[in-house]
């Protein structure tokens, strides 16, 4: 989410106020809905819930955007200018289109890419009630007011998957990631192979996953998402939160000077420390 978010706050300050003149799809199935939809209408805003990127456009539309794993936004205001973010590949500094580009959107000024390595993420144009069923099947952001201790434990308790895999799980908590569940799970002490239900019998043990989650959601924000490569930005700066991770990408243990072990959950790298998480 810090990722998204970011590349949000760019794109409010470049693209809000620019009329869409024309919209070319490269890969069906990577847009959903009617071209004239939005060809036309104005950027009125743009806002995020969880990982889903929303455009409000003129005339009651609204393009939602999912990056999923491997998507990106690469806007081209002009020849040697870029606004970037999402998946890191060479797509963000190369000749575009791209083989991976899926969508073009010509603006008044410029243009905006969609590219997609693995082709699972998507643009979708949908009118004010089809934003809302959309953005209904995600949890709340992490860094919400409704994200409460109390919500926390209710996702956890009826789960015996390992917590880990119920906090990437997007319907229940939107927003967090592999790289700020490894971290906020090692903040918390919690072994992330640990049954949801096991953390929910301890209203200490919830409280302080709570606090660590949105510890780590609001230091990735501040650093401006993490990449490990050119994660740059419209002031030309790159993510910084790579510099900061606790376990992601394994080493040695940051309380204990421990070697960090690395297991698969989900399909998905995890580390964790054996001494300190338990």
């Known amino acids: 989410m810090p990722e998204v978010e970011t590349l949000r706050k760019q794109l409010e300050k470049v693209v809000v106020g620019q009329r869409i003149r024309k919209v070319i799809v490269l890969r069906e199935k990577s847009f959903q809905g009617d071209l004239k939809e939005i060809e036309g209408r104005v950027i009125k805003e743009v806002g995020r819930k969880a990982k889903v990127m929303w455009w409000r456009l003129s005339g009651g539309r609204f393009l939602l955007i999912h990056l999923k794993m491997t998507g990106q936004l690469v806007y081209v205001p002009r020849e040697g200018e870029r606004v970037v973010g999402g998946h890191p590949t060479a797509d963000w500094v190369g000749e575009l289109p791209s083989k991976h580009t899926r969508v073009v959107l010509e603006l008044e000024n410029g243009r905006l890419f969609f590219n997609d390595m693995r082709v699972f993420g998507w643009m979708k144009v949908v009118d004010e009630q089809g934003k809302e069923k959309e953005l209904s099947k995600y949890g709340f952001d992490v860094n919400s007011k409704e994200f409460t201790v109390d919500y926390l434990r209710e996702v956890l308790k009826d789960s015996k998957r390992a917590v880990k895999l119920v906090l990437l799980d997007q319907k229940k908590i939107g927003g967090l990631g592999n790289i700020y569940s490894n971290d906020g799970l090692f903040y918390a002490g919690i072994d992330p192979r640990k049954p949801a239900n096991e953390v929910a019998k301890s209203k200490q043990e919830v ?34 939160y790579q510099n900061h991770f606790l376990v992601y990408g394994g080493g040695r243990c940051k309380k204990c000077g421990g070697e960090l072990k690395k297991v698969k959950l989900g399909g998905r790298s995890t580390w964790f420390c054996p001494k300190c998480q338990r």
């Not at 302080?208 to 002031?235: C, F, M, P, T």
Request: glycine share 18%; hydrophobic share 30%.
């Open 207 to 240: 409280r302080r996953l709570w606090q660590s989650l949105r510890w780590v959601i609001n230091k990735g924000l501040r650093y401006g998402g993490a990449s490990e490569r050119n994660y740059v930005h419209l002031d030309g700066l790159g993510g910084e």
